[in-house]
């Protein structure tokens, strides 16, 4: 069983940065592909970013490309999102999530969430 803990989330102005942390508890953390997704009040979960086992290739949705960043420290079992030039459509709740593959993370196990807010 892998525990998620997502972390730095929080209150930033349109144009801000932050940077969201995942810690997994499993020491077998170098086996899973990482991902990020994010849900909206009144809205689907949607993927913002992932990175494969190695850290090797990443992958954004098309709203956050050029702006956020996944990276990952197999050492400290932790995966980032680096988020800047925030806007308020990124307010939403950001979930970690953690799989065997990119493609199978979404069946695999998910943290509790943080909470994004972007005022305007």
């Known amino acids: 069983q892998v525990q998620l803990v997502e972390s730095g989330g929080g209150l930033v102005q349109a144009g801000g940065s932050l940077r969201l942390s995942c810690a997994a508890s499993?020491?077998?953390?170098?086996?899973?592909?990482m991902g990020w997704f994010r849900q909206a009040p009144g809205k689907e979960r949607e993927f913002v970013a992932a990175?494969?086992?190695?850290?090797?290739?990443?992958y954004y949705a098309d709203s956050v490309k050029g702006r956020f960043t996944i990276s990952r420290d197999n050492a400290k079992n932790t995966v980032y999102l680096q988020m800047n030039s925030l806007k308020p459509e990124d307010t939403a709740v950001y979930y970690c999530?953690?799989?065997?593959?990119?493609?199978?993370?979404?069946?695999?196990?998910w943290g509790q969430g943080t909470q994004v807010t972007v005022s305007s």
């Open positions: 499993e020491r077998t953390f170098s086996i899973y592909a």
């Open positions: 990175i494969t086992l190695s850290g090797g290739n990443t």
């Open positions: 999530a953690a799989g065997p593959t990119i493609a199978t993370m979404t069946e695999g196990y």
